[in-house]
């Protein structure tokens, strides 16, 4: 499976962006999905993860609130709304898809490559 992330770009704090990850295959509906973020200097650390059948979601402590994980597996598609931006919410943002839902990394089989989230005035 190959995920395609997309939409990010430099926003303002306390603005709104969407991310996409596509998948190349329809048996994308069988895998949890995750998204996960990275910042410069940091570890890349768990974001959110959402179940196959997108009944259950799971978020970070520092995002929930904030941001929306939810799935589309008509088009093989998971999303993820982020508002209230902050500046620390600055990263590339990675998705991923495993066999379940988990907050850590090394449980997804495959990942996309990242899109950059710039939260700056």
């Known amino acids: 499976v190959q995920l395609q992330a997309s939409g990010g770009g430099l926003v303002q704090p306390g603005g709104s962006l969407r991310l996409s990850c596509a998948a190349s295959?329809?048996?994308?509906?069988?895998?949890?999905a995750g998204w996960f973020r990275q910042a410069p200097g940091k570890e890349r650390e768990f974001v959110a993860a959402?179940?196959?059948?997108?009944?259950?979601?799971n978020y970070a402590d520092s995002v929930k609130g904030r941001f929306t994980i939810s799935r589309d597996n008509a088009k093989n598609t998971v999303y993820l709304q982020m508002n209230s931006l902050k500046p620390e919410d600055t990263a590339v943002y990675y998705c991923?898809?495993?066999?379940?839902?988990?907050?850590?990394?090394?449980?997804?089989?495959?990942w996309g490559r990242g899109t950059q989230v710039t939260v700056s005035s």
């Open positions: 991923a898809a495993g066999p379940y839902t988990s907050r850590t990394e090394n449980i997804y089989y495959y």
């Open positions: 295959e329809r048996t994308f509906s069988s895998y949890a």
């Open positions: 959402i179940s196959q059948s997108g009944g259950s979601t």
